[in-house]
T-cell receptor, first 111, second 112 residues
Framework: DTEVTQTPKHLVMGMTNKKSLKCEQH?????MYWYKQKAKKPPELMFV???????INESVPSRFSPECPNSSLLNLHLHALQPEDSALYLC??????????FGPGTRLTVL | KQEVTQIPAALSVPEGENLVLNCSFT??????LQWFRQDPGKGLTSLLL?????REQTSGRLNASLDKSSGRSTLYIAASQPGDSATYLC???????????FGAGTILRVKS
């Protein structure tokens, strides 16, 4: 099973809200990733977790807070977002350093 | 800094044509290169992964080649079908680290 699941599929939030995105994989992969993708642009890496430890933070603003509670789960906590943060947020996992498997994404709209 | 370029940016072909998508990268110190497909508003589907020591990989109607020394990869699609219409992205992984660097993609439309 090469599936990465993400919830919710769509999320609309105000600038004062707090929300979380969830990602799950059961492939035994020990690397998990968050990407942000704006329309008609390629994905941009935000964070990488390796063996449940944050290994890469691509200078992402602190209003995005990642969390890896266990080897199968990855969360992205959102707080005080701006309208320009509206995008498709993609989660991926890999058995480093091999093929990355992507989830379907969460479409986020910040009002 | 690694930069990845994909040519052409968009391609429209009639059904049944064989086609080639191009990907070039500036730093040849890569660990592997991956080709993805993305349908509008959806996640990425991995098509092929080529390790730096390999020259090509094949899956069904798809064939990807890699010339690491010249910084180029091509994705060949045989006998294209309307269902192949999507954005195709290539991404390279550095020799050290987990980061993928993506090209901007080629938007493919196959007309029936």
């Amino acid at each position: 099973d090469t599936e990465v699941t993400q919830t919710p599929k769509h999320l609309v939030m105000g600038m004062t809200n707090k929300k979380s995105l969830k990602c799950e994989q059961h492939m035994g992969h020990r690397a998990m990733y968050w990407y942000k993708q704006k329309a008609k642009k390629p994905p941009e890496l935000m964070f990488v977790y390796s063996y449940e430890k944050l290994s890469i933070n691509e200078s992402v603003p602190s209003r995005f807070s990642p969390e890896c509670p266990n080897s199968s789960l990855l969360n992205l906590h959102l707080h005080a977002l701006q309208p320009e943060d509206s995008a498709l947020y993609l989660c991926a996992s890999s058995q480093r350093p091999n093929t990355q498997y992507f989830g379907p994404g969460t479409r986020l709209t910040v009002l | 800094k690694q930069e990845v370029t994909q040519i052409p940016a968009a391609l429209s072909v009639p059904e049944g044509e064989n086609l080639v998508l191009n990907c070039s990268f500036t730093d040849s110190a890569i660990y592997n290169l991956q080709w993805f497909r993305q349908d509008p508003g959806k996640g990425l589907t991995s098509l092929l992964l080529i390790q730096s020591s390999q020259r090509e990989q094949t899956s069904g109607r798809l064939n990807a080649s890699l010339d690491k020394s010249s910084g180029r990869s091509t994705l060949y699609i045989a006998a294209s079908q309307p269902g192949d219409s999507a954005t195709y992205l290539c991404a390279v992984r550095r020799e050290y680290g987990n980061k993928l660097v993506f090209g901007a993609g080629t938007i493919l439309r196959v007309k029936s």
